[in-house]
C-alpha cells in the first residue's frame, strides 16, 4: 500500500467546538487541527492547554481525539465526532477495527440519535476509513508524506 498524506483542517471545522472555544484555541496559537495534535500531544500536552484555556482534560482529550481521527481523509470533520460517538478513540484504534462490526455500532448509533438510516455511512464507507486510517497510522501522528 502505497502512503497516504494525512488531512488537517481548521480548527473551527471539528464538530461540538463553540465559537469562544475556537477563539481561545486560536488565542494560544492553534488555528488547526494539525495544531491541535503538535500541541496537545501526549498527556502532558492535554494537561497543560487543559491548564493555559481553563478547561477539563476531558474536553481537551474529546478535541485531539477527533483532530486525530479527522486526520483520515475519508472521515474528515464530517464523520470524527461520529467515530469518537462509537466508542473509535484514534486513528490507531480505526486501523485495528473490523468493517462489519464497526458499521453495525455506526448504524445503530445513527439510527438512535439521528433516526435515519439512509443517511448512515455504508460498510464500504467504513471499510475505506479502515484502510486510510492504516496507511496513515503507519505514517505517525503529523508526518506529511
Do not use: F
Not at 462490526?101 to 479502515?130: E, F, K, M, Y
Request: charged fraction near 15%.
Amino acid at each position: 500500500m502505497s502512503s497516504l498524506s494525512p488531512s488537517y483542517w481548521p480548527i473551527e471545522r471539528l464538530p461540538g467546538l463553540k465559537r469562544l472555544d475556537v477563539e481561545h484555541l486560536q488565542a494560544v496559537g492553534i488555528a488547526t487541527t494539525e495544531a491541535m495534535l503538535h500541541v496537545a500531544a501526549g498527556q502532558g500536552g492535554k494537561r497543560a492547554l487543559a491548564q493555559q484555556l481553563n478547561l477539563k482534560q476531558e474536553r481537551i482529550n474529546r478535541w485531539v481525539a477527533m483532530a486525530d481521527l479527522a486526520r483520515v481523509p475519508a472521515v474528515g470533520c464530517e464523520y470524527c465526532g461520529l467515530l469518537l460517538h462509537a466508542g473509535t478513540i484514534s486513528t490507531h484504534q480505526l486501523a485495528s477495527a473490523a468493517a462489519p462490526q464497526l458499521h453495525r455500532h455506526i448504524q445503530r448509533l445513527h439510527v438512535a440519535t439521528l433516526r435515519n438510516a439512509r443517511a448512515c455511512p455504508t460498510v464500504s464507507d467504513v471499510g475505506l476509513w479502515i484502510a486510510q486510517a492504516s496507511r496513515i497510522d503507519r505514517s505517525g501522528p503529523t508526518q506529511r508524506s
